[in-house]
């Protein structure tokens, strides 16, 4: 902030290289995710990301009218789908399945299978591998939302062939509020795609300012207008730890801490019903559990120093971090949650009232 925007103001933009900090960025998230360099850009918030990548999805998906989600995934993401449906005006509809469902739901009419890996209630992990390995089998293309999967468990989108990735940089990467979210194409459909939203900074040449748009190379059309320079920095900034820290040893360890939390927890709590799956291997890197006043709970957490949230009707969710949290974490964190159950110290009117954010 001081040295580039401070000193250098606009020609920062040239000087310090701003204008491919998105491609940067990128790249650094890539390497979490298993994308080659620049195959993945950063911008804007997922819910747009998601709108781009459903959309180029759709346009290429020749026609198929079904795009295919689970009632597990985040609302989000469902709005936007119905929305561009909306707008399209195509015929397209959306189909929600159980998540066990998703691979007998597989059918050849449908054109885009939308997933979020990782449920954000429940922590229950979806096989991206097989499932996007079945959707190809029947001609289907694959949208895969990374919200709770980059910066928490290894992932590796080339591998795996699937064909649009999109996730935020604010929940286990740290960009803190507003953060940048990114989006990936498979190389093989980069320049093949057509930008839904088409803005300047996507453009083969933005600053040839014609009147007409042609689409960059390869996932620089993916751009829509100016990037966010200060958030983006800040999340390159603690993208630095992931020079320290190997994503495999960050999954076991997360999974050693979220089993002993789960075992804590339920030893200490009865009231509190697991709603994770039970086996780390089928799990993200949050636990959560199910409590008929469990958002009065969460408040009485929040006040004394266990931070996690409440997603309705009954649901509190640990998010369980090993970048910053270790097992004398979750030992101190259990016995303050013990501490609250046992003594009902939930049950007071000023916990009851929900505040706009939950
Ligand atoms: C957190 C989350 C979002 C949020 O989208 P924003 O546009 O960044 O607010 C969308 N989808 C999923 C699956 C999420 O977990």
């Known amino acids: 902030m001081q040295e580039e925007w401070g000193d250098m103001l ?8 701003w204008i491919n ?4 960025v990128g790249d650094r998230i890539g390497k979490l995710i298993g994308a080659p ?11 747009v990301k998601v709108y781009q990548a459903l959309a180029a999805a759709l346009e290429i998906s020749s026609e198929r009218r079904i ?11 469902l709005y936007i789908a119905e929305g561009l449906i909306k707008s399209l005006d ?9 998540p066990e469902a998703i691979a007998d739901s597989l059918n050849d009419e449908v054109a885009v299978l939308m997933l979020t890996e990782v449920d954000y209630k429940t922590g229950r992990l979806h096989s991206m591998q097989n499932l996007t390995a079945q959707a190809h089998d029947k001609g289907i293309l694959t949208v895969w939302d990374l919200a709770h999967s980059a910066g928490a468990l290894p992932v ?10 999109v996730g935020c940089s604010y929940k286990y990467l740290n960009a803190g509020p507003g953060g940048p979210a990114f989006i990936y194409v498979a190389p093989r459909l980069a320049d093949q795609v057509r930008p839904a939203l088409s803005g300047w900074l996507g453009h083969e040449a933005p600053f040839a300012f014609d009147l007409d748009y042609r689409p960059g190379p390869g996932i620089e059309r993916m751009r829509i207008g ?14 630095d730890i992931w020079d320290l820290a190997d994503i495999n040893d960050v999954r076991a360890r997360s999974i050693e801490l979220t089993d002993l939390f789960i075992g804590l927890v339920e030893s200490s709590c009865p009231e509190l019903k697991l709603v994770s799956p039970r086996d780390g291997e089928q799990r993200g890197s949050q636990v959560s559990f199910q409590f008929r006043h469990g958002y009065a709970a969460m408040r009485a957490l929040i006040d004394r120093g266990v931070i996690g949230d409440f997603r309705a009707p009954d649901i509190m969710r640990f998010g369980i971090t090993p970048l910053y949290i270790n097992a004398e974490d979750i030992h101190r964190a259990v016995s303050i949650i013990e501490d609250v159950m046992l003594y009902r110290h939930w049950d007071k009117k000023e916990y009851f009232s929900r505040s706009a954010v939950t």
């Open 90 to 98: 195509k015929g397209y509809e959306l189909k929600l399945c159980e």
């Open 21 to 24: 900090l998105p491609g940067r």
């Open 226 to 239: 100016t990037p966010p320079i200060l958030q983006l920095t800040a999340l390159e900034a603690s993208l």
């Open 156 to 165: 590796q989108v080339t591998d795996t062939d699937v064909d649009f990735a």
């Open 37 to 47: 360099a620049g195959t993945v850009v950063m911008g804007d918030t997922l819910s």
């Open 67 to 77: 795009i295919l989600s689970d009632s597990g995934n985040f609302p989000s993401d």
């Open 10 to 17: 606009i020609t920062a933009w040239n000087r310090a290289d």
